[in-house]
């Protein structure tokens, strides 16, 4: 399975925008990027993902490198709310089947007031 | 729209008894993952249910067993308990087959601990 590759952890004030990266050099064509992150005592909560283009949503923006080995997830104010562990996982399509996600240790960021 | 529910939230075990850890996937969603959390680790997976089989499974033994019933809702049962089992286990639903581009809503989990 392809791995990721992650910082253990991260700072950022309140209201800055915080760029989270992640590391895939063994991306395969068909992998799709996902982040996922996990806020304290709940379960994991899906934030984006993307293939190959830079998507947006609501709650951040994922930028994708050209080469696809690279990835950063963007949140552009960080609340402390967002105090949590990031998790970067390449997602495998399966045929036929869904593909597992693959949680690595992640990176656990840290919003000061 | 209730989200995925885990029931029950907390379980005391004693080595070598067996468990049943229960959830209920998000409304409109076919598909159940579990997944066992060790403290300070990401989420492993454990297996996954479509359609009431057993259609991938992690790399744990066949102490871990599982079933999916009519209505979607799934048991992850664990025989035999270890110390090493002791775990938040993560139940997380998602709809249909897809192409690695479908969501996954997790549960709150259920935190297992074997004394």
């Known amino acids: 399975d392809a791995k990721t590759t992650q910082p253990n952890s991260m700072e950022s004030n309140e209201e800055e925008p915080v760029h989270l990266p992640c590391n895939h050099s063994?991306?395969?064509?068909?992998?799709?990027i996902h982040w996922y992150r996990q806020l304290p005592s709940q379960g994991p909560e899906y934030v984006i993902h993307?293939?190959?283009s830079n998507v947006n949503n609501r709650m951040a923006s994922l930028a994708i490198a050209e080469d696809r080995k690279s990835s950063t997830l963007i949140l552009h104010r960080a609340t402390l709310r967002d105090a949590a562990v990031y998790y970067c996982?390449?997602?495998?399509?399966?045929?036929?089947?869904?593909?597992?996600?693959?949680f690595g240790k992640g990176t656990k960021l840290s919003v000061k007031p | 729209d209730a989200g995925v529910t885990q029931s029950p939230t907390h379980l005391i075990k004693t080595r070598g008894q067996q468990v049943t850890l229960r959830c209920s996937p998000k409304?409109?969603?076919?598909?159940v993952s579990w997944y066992q959390q060790a403290l300070g680790q990401g989420p492993q997976f454990i297996f996954q249910?479509?359609?009431?089989?057993?259609?991938q499974r992690g790399n744990f033994p066949d102490r871990f067993s599982g079933h999916q019933f009519p209505n979607y809702s799934s048991e992850l049962n664990v025989n035999a308990l270890l110390l090493g089992d002791s775990a938040l286990y993560l139940c997380?639903?998602?709809?249909?087959?897809?192409?690695?581009?479908?969501?996954?809503?997790f549960g709150p989990g259920t935190r297992l601990t074997v004394l």
């Open positions: 997380a639903s998602s709809w249909g087959p897809s192409w690695g581009t479908d969501t996954q809503y």
């Open positions: 063994t991306i395969s064509g068909t992998d799709y």
């Open positions: 993307g293939l190959t």
């Open positions: 996982i390449l997602r495998v399509a399966l045929g036929g089947s869904q593909g597992n996600l693959i």
């Open positions: 409304s409109g969603h076919d598909t």
């Open positions: 249910y479509y359609e009431e089989e057993e259609r």
